[in-house]
């Protein structure tokens, strides 16, 4: 192992002599539309000053990145980063260099200039922290930046493996914003109000459960809400349910009766027979729900009783959608939702990428602080840290 240096991205920006190559961890899991145009957001935005930064202080910089899940080993043309370089060119004002064969092909940068690694989830052992991999990736590097704050609790080579292997390393200016977002939302008094959306809830149970010992109130829409609706005992028709989680939800359920944290259900809900594109929607009580039809969203009097527990609120914290928010029948639960956390008096502290679509979409972005991490979001409310700040901790600890 080399020896620990953790400094401040100040601190390393200044110490680093230009023509020093960095290897910048950023997230660019983005999603592209029907046409196949990448639909930016705030993950990339957010980076785009950082970029520009190190290129004017005159390093070569490596963006790393991965997108999506391919099988390890198996090149996919539609989980390809090749075809970002344009949209970054456009908001570099720079020409951006493809590595097609990273880390395999040895990257030589002049001072100044920028390229995209591929996609690192094509490389076998990326998601298992294969350490030769991850030796292999700070070849030539000088310096780890990590900026994927939304990646930093997953163990994978270019996210925690890079960080052992390098000579020195730093957290992005984007990340260190992101730490001081969640500790400050720690930091607020009761009552502390979460609102849960977004698809699957098994991904989500364990930090959902650690997330009891920090909030007072928990208010569920998605199909999270499905799930949990279900498991409640009511008709939920044909909306997405993980029924193989049935018994960790009940288990969910007592834990938070013992933790004491209210657990707020829609009351109501929006539902339509349409299973393709939600047409012709009708609000009905979750009682009602009928065998052929799909809850697309919350309805009005759970919007409701979410903005009365927002607007009493000390401290917000929001994650994933109310609703099928792709579809105009899906959208009102989270519109409404945004809206009274954005007027709310409380600490609000929103986020996912899931969320970041929502706002983009609405156009609604005045919150305390807007994080771009869904998992790590989660993951560093509910434990405190993540696996990046676990190994700067390890890693002071062995030096």
Wanted: aromatic share 8%.
């Amino acid at each position: 192992m080399n020896e620990f240096k953790e400094k401040s991205f100040r601190d390393t920006c200044r110490d680093l002599n230009a023509g020093s190559t960095v290897l910048l961890r950023v997230d660019f899991n983005l999603s592209r539309d029907s046409t196949g145009c990448w639909l930016l957001n705030d993950r990339l935005y957010r980076v785009i000053p950082v970029i520009k930064q190190l290129l004017a202080m005159q390093f070569g910089v490596i963006l790393v990145s991965h997108l999506g899940r391919p099988r390890p080993g198996v090149w996919e043309s539609s989980l390809s980063l090749s075809t970002l370089c344009e949209p970054l060119e456009r908001l570099l004002g720079k020409s951006v260099t493809f590595l097609s064969d990273w880390p395999k092909q040895k990257t030589y940068l002049a001072a100044g200039s920028v390229a995209l690694a591929e996609n690192t989830r094509f490389l076998v052992g990326e998601t298992d922290n294969n350490m030769r991999l991850a030796q292999h990736m700070v070849d030539g590097v000088d310096c780890v930046m990590m900026e994927a704050f939304a990646c930093s609790h997953r163990r994978h080579a270019s996210t925690f493996g890079v960080l052992n292997a390098a000579k020195t390393w730093c957290l992005g200016p984007e990340h260190e914003k992101e730490i001081q977002g969640m500790d400050r939302f720690l930091q607020t008094s009761s009552p502390r109000v979460a609102f849960i959306g977004g698809k699957k809830i098994s991904t989500k149970l364990p930090l959902l459960t650690k997330l009891l010992e920090t909030v007072d109130v928990i208010c569920f829409g998605g199909g999270i809400a499905s799930t949990l609706l279900h498991v409640k005992g009511y008709q939920t028709g044909t909306s997405w349910v993980e029924y193989s989680c049935r018994e960790q939800v009940a288990e969910f359920f007592h834990l938070a009766d013992r933790c004491s944290v209210k657990l707020v259900l829609p009351s109501d809900v929006q539902v339509s027979a349409d299973n393709t594109d939600f047409r012709d929607p009708r609000v009905v009580a979750i009682d009602e729900i009928l065998p052929h039809e799909n809850i697309v969203d919350i309805g009005q009097a759970s919007i409701s009783s979410f903005v009365d527990h927002a607007e009493s609120a000390s401290s917000i914290y929001w994650n994933g959608p109310m609703g099928i928010y792709e579809y105009p029948s899906g959208i009102r639960g989270s519109a409404d939702l945004a809206r009274a956390i954005s007027n709310a008096q409380a600490y609000s502290l929103v986020g996912g990428g899931d969320t970041l679509s929502v706002l983009d979409k609405l156009g609604i972005h005045a919150f305390s602080h807007v994080s771009t991490g869904g998992g790590a979001f989660l993951h560093y409310l509910a434990n405190g840290t993540t696996y990046v700040l676990d190994a700067r901790t390890r890693l002071k600890e062995t030096v």
